[in-house]
């Protein structure tokens, strides 16, 4: 999940899980990063803290001073940590530890190999977009990477909605919720129905 082509002289190791494979390639990524005379950059929002090596800074430190945000964990880590950098721009790449790992982009049991040769720079661009949301034409804080559920509540009620896409009436539907997913967002109804997934390129 990169934006661009860049050198890379500062890395962000970030993880939302806290086990001992984590730890494991959290440890091989700093050994790597020292080994290559990189700057490794520690969130104090990850759940991962380095023993007696560097501070931990704020996701805003993170945001200006790192080329790139490694993240350690499933597809719901690397959700977690999208929302949080790379609204602006910033560089993600997914170190796989979950079961299926559509998101994320290495296997750990190659790690070293396929590390160095995205650090030369051969790798390619995937780029992702985030739903906005707003309430009464007021828009909120809150962006998506896989969807958006608008709902009854706590207790299922019956809710009509009308759907629009560029101010073109598409549907009305009765139901206690809805849910606008991205590309991104697709695998996981997709897979449960049984239908094909969404390929992220397109732009729907």
């Not at 661009?125 to 706590?154: C, M, Q, W, Y």
């Amino acid at each position: 999940m990169v934006s661009n082509l860049k050198e890379f002289q500062s890395i962000a190791l970030y993880s939302s899980k806290k086990s001992k494979r984590a730890n494991q390639i959290f440890v091989q990524l700093i050994e790597i990063a020292e080994n290559l005379n990189l700057k490794v950059i520690y969130p104090s929002s990850s759940s991962l803290i380095p023993s007696n090596k560097g501070r931990l800074v704020s996701d805003t430190y993170v945001k200006k001073n790192a080329d790139i945000v490694i993240a350690i964990g499933g597809d719901g880590t690397l959700l977690s940590c999208s929302r949080k950098y790379g609204l602006g721009g910033l560089p993600i790449l997914g170190i796989n530890l979950g079961n299926l790992g559509f998101l994320n982009d290495i296997d750990p049991t190659n790690l070293t190999d396929n590390l160095l040769e995205i650090l030369k720079g051969n790798y390619t661009v995937d780029n992702r977009f985030f739903l906005e949301t707003s309430i009464n034409k007021i828009k909120t804080d809150d962006i998506a990477l896989n969807e958006v559920v608008i709902h009854s509540g706590s207790i299922a009620q019956l809710i009509e909605f009308e759907v629009y896409i560029d101010d073109t009436f598409v549907y009305r539907q009765k139901a206690d919720g809805i849910i606008i997913n991205t590309p991104t967002g697709s695998t996981a109804y997709a897979l449960s129905g049984h239908v094909p997934i969404i390929h992220p390129e397109v732009n729907a």
